[in-house]
């Protein structure tokens, strides 16, 4: 299970993880479509709650309905708050981030990261050459690629076993084979 891809690392107090972000109301019955950061509908289902920041507090939401959006687009989802039952009740919420508990998480399997704590990894080879930091990450389908940056360089490594040697997650380091160019 994988998490934000934002190019920056996701801030919301150290229990709350951004997943995403409102982009307009869909429909006229209060659902909205969301650009999502999670991998999956899942975490909006699994929540049950997502959190605005408003005037310095957090707001809560409760998820009534989360449909996943079409194939082929922008990894959307459409999400319904209890309460919020017509255009008129979520036009405020247009432009919000939206968070959740990190406990509301689904479990990781052994070898699995969340992308929240990938994001502004450091990443050396196996030599030691300081290649960047880890500054965005996106799904291909059959594996992530992780965007890492240093100055004005970008490389893009894919996240297969033959180049991610190490991941140290306390550590905030990622220890990687380049793989030689053909």
Known sequence: MNEPSS?????GGDSKILIGRVLKPKGIRGSVKVLSYAQSPETYERARVVYIRSEGSWQPLATEKVEKGRPGRTQTVVVAFRGRNRIEDVLDLVGADLYVDKADLPPLEEGEYYWHDLIGM???TEEGEDLGTIRGIFNTGSNDVYV?????REILLPALRDVIREIDVPG???TVRLLEEI
């Open 7 to 11: 190019d920056k690392k996701p801030s």
């Open 122 to 124: 450091s990443v050396q």
């Open 148 to 152: 890492v940056r240093k100055g004005g």
């Open 172 to 174: 905030r380091r990622m």
